[in-house]
Structures are given as C-alpha cells and as structure tokens.
C-alpha cells in the first residue's frame, strides 16, 4: 500500500497550473510527498496541452464573448472546458519510479480512480487508449502527463454534470480523431455521468466518490493534508508564467 497526501481545493486556473507545477518541483527534491490533489476551476477555464496550438483548439471569439479564460497546461493532451459546476479535476504528483514506465499503461494506471469513481456513482466506465475515460463509448475523462526530475505529475479530468452546449461550443473539435468516423458532432463524442445516470450528480458526491476510486485503484492510504507556505511560495511565483500571454500563445 502506498501513502498520498490528499489535497482539496479551487483556484483560477493560472493558479492550479502554478501550483500543479511547485509541486512536480518539490517533489523532486523530497520537499513534498507523493501526492494526490482534487481541484476545482474557478471560474470556468479552458486549458490547453503545452503542444497544442490556441487557434486550432479553441473558438476564441466565443469564449472571449463568454470571458471563460484560457491557460497552457505544463502537461500534454488535448483542449479541456473545466466546469466550475460539473467538473473535477484531478492532478496525481508521484515518483516516476512507482508508475509504470510505458506511457499508456501508466495513464492507465493513475486514471483507474476515476474509471472506478464513474462505476461508484452508476456508469460503467472504461479506459480507452491512449488517455481516456469512457462511458457507453463516449468521453468523460481525459488525462495529460508531464515526466520531469523523476516525477511525474498527471492531469486528469471527471465531467460529472459539464455543460455539454458550451463545452462544445468553445473546443474545436480534433481533426485527426474524427477522421475515422468522419466528421460528428463533438457532442455525440462526450458525456457527463449525470447523463448517463439519468439524475444531476452533485459536487459531494462526485468529489467522495473520487476520493474512494483513487484509494481502491492505487491501494493506497490517502491522508488529507494542508499545502505548504514554499508550495504556495513557488506556486505565487510561478503564477505569473501561467497569466502571460508568451506563454498561453506559445504556439498561437
């Protein structure tokens, strides 16, 4: 059995992403322990995988419109809507030498807590190569990796009452994973456990039922903890990278 401290919060999402990152960082040098951290975004925000281009993975006239902010993750994946009212998302900080070294089975690893979340809740959910969760074959959870130091930091997503309309409404739907289909609707491409559910799942809910997934998945004993003053330190100094716009349109 492993230990994870459990961290719960909210933030903006400059402020997740800063935080995400001080925490691969201390990780690094042991300042910190392996650590599991269910967050919220406040308010709604789009973020994009460090690859990714702003122009081709979002409808930026419609979320300027909308003022839902965009902000480059330090991890990989594709574009994410976070619900402040339908959405958790998950970051798992751990030592590279307790997850799998083959990158799929490593996703497949650390997001088994959020499959077997969505089955504590009522839908049966499943991993789907490279890096989804899947209900009845649509999408509801993807994840993103970062392997830096000897650490590695996971984002993940659990859409338990996204809305939908706007979700597809600011992403511009992937080209490449539509092609063997043809083009469909991005909506008939995802899901929320609330639809599948039939019944509007709340944030408690959502959020217990998580916490039990991951325990269950990893084996692991998770200690809810507090964050540091250096982790809100370096998380404060590295907010800034997160708010300029050098690095959200790194690549335009």
Do not use: C
């Not at 339908?86 to 799998?100: H, L």
């Not at 590695?152 to 597809?168: E, P, R």
Request: hydrophobic letters at 40%; glycine letters at 8%; charged letters at 25%.
């Amino acid at each position: 059995m492993i230990k994870l401290r459990l961290i719960t919060d909210e933030g903006d999402g400059a402020y997740n992403m800063a935080l995400d990152e001080a925490m691969l960082i201390l990780r690094s040098v042991n300042a910190i322990p392996d650590t599991l951290r269910l967050y919220v975004f406040k308010p709604s925000t789009i973020t994009i995988g460090y690859f990714q281009s702003v122009s081709e993975s979002v409808n930026e006239d419609f979320v300027k419109s909308r003022r839902i902010p965009v902000v480059r993750r330090p991890t990989g994946g594709g574009a994410v809507y976070h619900d402040t009212y339908g959405e958790i998302t998950y970051s798992i900080i751990i030592s590279e030498d307790k997850v799998p070294k083959d990158y799929v089975e490593s996703f497949k690893f650390l997001a088994e807590g959020v499959i077997r979340a969505a089955r504590i809740l009522g839908a049966p959910a499943e991993f789907k190569p490279l890096n989804d969760g899947v209900i009845a074959g649509k999408k509801f959870s993807g994840q993103a990796q970062l392997r830096r130091l000897g650490v590695v930091l996971q984002h993940g997503t659990f859409m338990y009452a996204t809305d939908t309309d706007t979700l597809v409404q600011s992403l511009l739907a992937p080209k490449l994973k539509l092609m063997h289909k043809g083009v469909k609707a991005m909506k008939e491409r995802v899901i929320t456990v609330s639809i599948y559910v039939g019944r509007k799942i709340n944030r408690d809910e959502a959020l217990k039922a998580l916490i039990k997934g991951f325990s269950e998945a990893l084996n692991a004993k998770l200690i809810e903890g507090s964050l540091t003053k250096v982790e809100l330190q370096l998380a404060s100094s590295l907010k800034w990278k997160y708010l300029s716009k050098e690095w959200t349109y790194l690549r335009p």
